[in-house]
């Protein structure tokens, strides 16, 4: 009887072992009931998010490898029904749009003149305009709200709705602009042709502020809710002034947002097709020629899908040199800064 009640401790002792290590398989499981908990709840929000990742490298990485494909065939109007049957054109396609003494690439390169130009003084008159009107608008004032929102009103606007309306106010005998600078205050002698000529890339870098400023105005806004008050009111009291403020507080303080800012608006004035498409339609004038339309004209007016793939594939790898090294080049900097 003593022996049976040894054997069934042992029995029951053995069962509450784990064969190999020894341990309580309830305690195992205890210990990784906590384990699969914290699974659950960090890899559930990656898991919700998969499926629209999933769509988002869909719709952008498919168009751009089939970009990348017609860019090395020479793809023109005999092919659309099939496009995958075009005879390959290997860098054929690239060498045309490199080749400056040639038209096709001294036009690409007039274009790409134009285009940094345009981006230069887009990005930068938006970013002191949304600067400026972000500094203005942080002391309190009855109205304050109001004009805020007034100012965000170019940015909500649907981008066709804006520019058709622009194209109106630039027409030469029925236009606004003409009537007030002409008519009304006398600056101009004549009235001009805004959306034709060499006025047209006047025309164009001012509807582009005039759409991108206020996105600007809204980034600094957010940001300058983060410097204390503090700062301003004991720069104050040292004496120092407006401008000081600014130079000494806000825009160092606006650094990491400015840098962010600056890039985006690059990215987006850089590669601005809406704005002037319907401002000028198909074919912009040559001062507007931004490369945008230009690649639109060389893919679907002239039919030669093949060079204006390869245009935008260029365009890209200028792009991503650009993103990388301005990434780069701030990174340096505020390592020294901090330094």
């Not at 490369?291 to 093949?306: A, D, K, P, R």
Request: net charge positive; glycine share 8%.
């Amino acid at each position: 009887m003593k022996g049976l009640k040894n054997r069934a401790g042992s029995r029951t002792e053995g069962q509450a072992q784990h064969p190999d290590t020894g341990t309580s398989t309830s305690t195992s499981r205890v210990r990784s009931r906590p384990a699969v908990a914290r699974l659950r709840r960090t890899g559930l929000p990656y898991l919700l998010l998969l499926p629209a990742l999933a769509l988002e490298l869909l719709v952008h990485l498919v168009p751009m490898a089939v970009g990348v494909i017609m860019a090395f065939k020479a793809l023109t109007q005999q092919y659309l029904r099939d496009w995958t049957t075009a005879p390959w054109a290997g860098l054929g396609n690239f060498r045309i749009a490199v080749d400056f003494d040639a038209p096709v690439g001294a036009a690409l390169l007039h274009s790409f003149w134009v285009t940094c130009c345009f981006t230069v003084l887009a990005v930068g008159l938006a970013w002191l305009f949304g600067t400026a009107a972000a500094v203005l608008m942080q002391d309190r004032f009855r109205g304050r709200g109001l004009l805020r929102t007034a100012f965000l009103i170019p940015y909500a606007l649907p981008v066709y709705a804006a520019v058709i309306t622009w194209s109106f106010m630039f027409q030469r005998d029925t236009g606004l602009v003409n009537h007030v600078l002409h008519d009304q205050l006398g600056i101009l002698g004549s009235p001009p042709f805004w959306l034709i000529g060499d006025n047209s890339f006047a025309a164009l870098v001012t509807v582009s502020v005039w759409r991108s400023w206020p996105f600007a105005f809204l980034i600094l806004t957010a940001g300058l809710q983060n410097i204390p008050r503090e700062l301003y009111e004991a720069a104050a009291m040292d004496g120092a002034g407006v401008w000081q403020q600014i130079r000494r507080i806000t825009l160092p303080s606006l650094r990491p947002v400015n840098q962010v800012l600056v890039l985006v608006l690059f990215l987006w004035t850089f590669n601005d097709f809406n704005t002037p498409y319907v401002l000028f339609g198909k074919s912009a004038p040559e001062p507007a020629d931004l490369i945008s339309i230009h690649i639109y004209q060389s893919s679907f007016v002239t039919w030669n899908f093949g060079s204006g793939a390869a245009m935008s594939v260029l365009l890209l790898l200028f792009l991503l040199v650009v993103t990388v090294g301005y990434l780069l080049a701030t990174a340096r900097g505020r390592k020294e800064s901090d330094g």
